[in-house]
């Protein structure tokens, strides 16, 4: 990257978020880069490739509510990225498994970081660097990236959970007050492949009670390998209790919970589990996006917007549609 490119708006986070402010703000016109310190984009919507394998580790599936959410899944399900997850469903309350709602549910193929890579389409895209501060410079934007590269941008647009991002705005005192307050709790992911089929009458569980709040045979979604890989979720108090042990501590702890819940002792052929810090927030917003007095600072997330894929999306084109009115 050359140091100090000039874009019209830089957003940080290649999370649904920041990519379909992102995609918005290209299509009016604008030069945006996405910068991202992970390798890949995805954020939560996240999928782990095995040898045998894949896991949908963060997002499960996402649901559509708002007529313009419908729409764009609607054009991704025309693209062919987007298809509608139709296994059941059950729900576990401690006694007995039943049916769960019949919402629709959809997920992204390969997996569920291929919508991202979609949206991401030819954008200008950065990864690994991590944004460790910014400082107004004139009318825009000063970057500082961990690696010592710099970028500067007249808009900035953060897509980062709220902890993340309150770290990046001490300067920045009416947000920072805002984003501080909001909480993000953690959930530990195990993904397990079992050596033999475990034969369940289900695809998905929510489990209300013990260790777990979810399980999932990842199989089961179109598009993925064939065989018995699972994903399970901790719990979100399971899961801060447990927050600082160890991957194999964690994964045992989740797979003799799941085979206390169906009954089952097959053979594992995978296991390991992956720590989401900041997984859902405690006390979202709902106030769909946030932007500063002069207009040219923006923050977006599932956080500030119903804590889901859904909302994240939205909150994304509210921003990027606030930016742009200016
Ligand atoms: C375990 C789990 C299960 C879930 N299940 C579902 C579900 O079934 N259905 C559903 O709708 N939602 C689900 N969600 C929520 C869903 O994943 C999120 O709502 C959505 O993906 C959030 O998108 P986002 O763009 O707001 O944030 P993120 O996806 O978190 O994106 C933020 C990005 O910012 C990057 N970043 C952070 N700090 C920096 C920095 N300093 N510099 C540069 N980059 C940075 C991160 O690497 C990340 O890529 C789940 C989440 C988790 C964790």
Redesign the pocket.
């Known amino acids: 990257m050359t140091p100090l490119h000039v874009l019209d708006v830089a957003v940080?986070?290649?999370?649904?978020?920041?990519?379909s402010c992102a995609n918005t703000l290209a299509q009016a016109g604008l030069k945006v880069a996405i910068?991202?310190?992970?390798r890949g984009?995805?954020?939560?919507?996240?999928t782990r490739r095995g040898e045998h394998a894949s896991f949908d580790?963060?997002?499960?599936?996402?649901?559509a509510h708002v007529p313009a959410f419908h729409a764009a899944v609607a054009q991704w399900q025309a693209a062919g990225v987007v298809t509608e997850w139709k296994g059941r469903i059950v729900a576990w309350d401690g006694t007995s498994f039943a049916d769960s709602d019949g919402k629709t549910r959809y997920v992204a193929e390969p997996g569920?970081s291929g919508l991202?890579r979609y949206l991401m389409g030819d954008l200008s895209f950065f990864s690994q660097?991590?944004?460790?501060g910014f400082e107004r410079d004139g009318e825009g934007w000063r970057l500082d990236?961990?690696s010592g590269e710099t970028a500067a941008c007249r808009k900035l647009v953060l897509?980062?959970?709220a902890p993340?991002?309150a770290?990046?705005l001490e300067a920045e005192p009416a947000l920072h007050a805002i984003v501080a307050g909001v909480t993000m709790s953690p959930?530990w992911?195990v993904m397990v492949r079992f050596a033999e089929p475990l034969n369940l009458d289900f695809a998905g569980c929510f489990v209300n009670q013990g260790p777990l709040s979810?399980v999932a045979r990842n199989s089961s979604k179109p598009g993925r390998p064939a065989g018995e890989a699972w994903v399970l979720?901790g719990s979100p108090g399971w899961s801060q209790v447990h927050v600082s042990e160890k991957e194999d501590s964690v994964s045992n702890a989740l797979l003799a919970a799941f085979r206390n819940l169906v009954g089952v002792q097959a053979g594992v052929e995978e296991l390991s589990a992956h720590r989401?810090l900041?997984?859902?927030a405690d006390n979202p917003l709902n106030v769909g996006c946030l932007v500063d007095a002069s207009a040219t600072l923006g923050l977006?997330?599932?956080?500030i917007n119903g804590?889901?894929?859904?909302?994240?999306?939205d909150?994304?084109l509210q921003v990027a549609e606030k930016l742009l009115a200016q």
């Open positions: 940080i986070g290649a999370g649904v978020a920041g990519l910068f991202d310190k992970a984009a995805g954020g939560r919507m996240a580790h963060g997002a499960q599936y996402f649901t569920m991202c660097h991590k944004l460790i990236f961990e897509a980062l959970p993340q991002a770290q990046l959930v992911a979810w979720h989401w900041y997984a859902q977006a997330g599932d956080w804590s889901r894929v859904e909302g994240a999306w909150s994304g």
